[in-house]
């Protein structure tokens, strides 16, 4: 018998022309209100809401459908430590040697610097990982295809899915990642992407008086 591959789309919703446009304008006026945080509270966060963000993150389009992509979430308090004292020993390594003064200039207005108390405070730091392969049931190596396309899309997803739920974020990159292998124990097929620091906003909280390009900046119709 031939395998059935395909389904109806039967979730798909069309929307009357109307709904469409106000549901577009009030999503863009949701998602303009996303600022990233630096100061966080310690306050905690259900994880339960944690996880249905990374479910909405996890139906993200991927390469071939392969998913290449690792969440971990921290909360334990000595691992954010960890992850804290060993980031700042990359940062301060970063802002005094390997970066250049014009990287180091088009960072001030942002304010950032090598010491990351939020690593300690925030109650969630989500880990990603890019999976560059993986291995079949019989241990050959697997290919992965556009994989940073791919945990990307999913990456932004979840900004999202945090910030509709009414949680803030910082997008991490420590300076140099690998460190985050050794500290959560991660196969070397996994590199580090990306630290999403997630909870709620310290009470005095402050956000760089900066801009998003307009429209016209940014996109052309041809
Ligand atoms: N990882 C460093 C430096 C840094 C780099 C960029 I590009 C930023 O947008 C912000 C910071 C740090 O987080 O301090």
Avoid at 18 to 30: L, N
Avoid at 116 to 142: N, Q, R
Wanted: aromatic content about 10%.
């Amino acid at each position: 018998m031939v395998e059935n591959k395909f389904l109806t789309l039967s979730d798909y919703c069309e929307y009357p022309e109307a709904e469409m446009k106000r549901r577009a304008s009030e999503f863009y006026k949701e998602m303009i209100r996303r600022r990233t945080v630096r100061h966080f509270s310690d306050r905690p966060v259900d994880r339960s809401v944690i996880e249905d963000c990374l479910r909405t993150a996890s139906t993200a389009p991927s390469g071939a459908n392969q998913q290449p992509w690792s969440f971990i979430v921290v909360s334990d308090l000595t691992v954010k430590r960890r992850i804290r004292e060993a980031a700042e020993k990359v940062e301060q390594e970063f802002y005094s040697k390997d970066a250049t003064k014009k990287w180091v200039k088009d960072l001030d207005h942002l304010g950032t610097v090598p010491s990351k108390p939020f690593l300690e405070s925030a109650p969630y730091l989500i880990v990603i990982f890019s999976k560059l392969y993986d291995y079949s049931s019989t241990g050959e190596k697997k290919r992965h295809y556009y994989v940073f396309e791919s945990v990307g899309i999913a990456t932004g997803m979840l900004i999202t899915a945090i910030h509709h739920a009414g949680l803030v974020l910082l997008t991490y990159t420590p300076s140099k990642m690998r460190f985050l292998n050794k500290i959560l124990s991660r196969p070397s097929n996994e590199k580090p992407f990306m630290i999403l620091v997630a909870g709620y906003p310290a009470g005095d909280a402050v956000v760089p008086a900066i801009q998003k390009k307009s429209l016209q900046e940014i996109a052309t119709f041809i």
